[in-house]
């Protein structure tokens, strides 16, 4: 099992500029979620998913916009990239009946 | 909605000893309580959690305590080693996980 995986891992936009982070996990978790961490922070939640076709905001969802088309991918976009998107994005997925995450490997993005 | 607060914010021990990490939160209804462990340019690694039915949990040199009237959590690390050199987050969880701020911790040798 490849367990969570992000991609890209590494992504420089400049302001205006759109793209889209994949995550994808192959355990059949029902829960995804996006994260934020920024220098000297811990993780904040951006939106979250507890099944296919369902999405939820979090802690900072403004500038974001997320799909779960399928069960097994969690799609995050930026419209309008801004520098104060410039962070580390860690995805993480877990089953509905265990509270354990499992985090991806993270995607480091800078908004210039 | 929940809010977390860790301290101390750095740590600095003598490998050998003990190091505390303390964790406030906010939310009665939370009743999920987990720790990480970030190392640089890693993923979060979770060490060990404690459900809010629970007073504390052990796991070798790792423990977490809960006191649910006082909404605060602690992890200890006993006989600490440089290895165990990171960023420690504590988290607070409902539905979804509300994380501290982080605890650098180093190891002296």
């Known amino acids: 099992n490849a367990g969570v995986t992000q991609t890209p891992k590494f992504r420089v936009l400049k302001t205006g500029q759109s793209m889209t982070l994949l995550c994808a996990q192959d355990?059949?978790?029902?829960?995804m979620y996006w994260y934020r961490q920024d220098p000297g922070m811990g993780l904040r939640l951006i939106h979250y998913?507890?099944?296919?076709?369902?999405?939820a905001k979090g802690e900072v969802p403004d500038g974001y916009n997320v799909s779960r088309l399928k069960k097994q991918n969690f799609l995050l976009g930026l419209e309008s990239a801004a520098p104060s998107q410039t962070s580390v994005y860690f995805c993480?997925?877990?089953?509905?009946?265990?509270?354990?995450?499992?985090f991806g490997p993270g995607t480091r993005l800078t908004v210039t | 909605g929940e809010n977390v607060e860790q301290h101390p914010s750095t740590l600095s021990v003598q490998e050998g000893d003990s190091a505390v990490i303390k964790c406030t939160y906010s939310?009665?209804?939370?009743?999920?309580f987990p720790w990480y462990k970030q190392e640089l340019g890693k993923r979060p690694q979770l060490i060990i959690d404690?459900?809010?039915?629970?007073g504390e949990k052990k796991d070798q040199r790792i423990a977490v305590t809960l006191n649910k009237t006082a909404k605060h959590f602690s992890l200890h690390i006993t006989e600490t080693q440089p290895e165990d050199s990171a960023v420690y987050f504590c988290?607070?969880?409902?539905?979804?996980?509300?994380f501290g701020a982080g605890t650098r911790l180093t190891v002296k040798p």
């Open positions: 993480a997925s877990r089953t509905g009946t265990r509270y354990e995450q499992y």
């Open positions: 355990m059949n978790h029902e829960y």
């Open positions: 998913s507890v099944g296919e076709g369902t999405t």
């Open positions: 939310d009665s209804a939370s009743n999920y």
């Open positions: 404690i459900r809010s039915n629970v």
């Open positions: 988290a607070a969880s409902t539905f979804t996980e509300r």
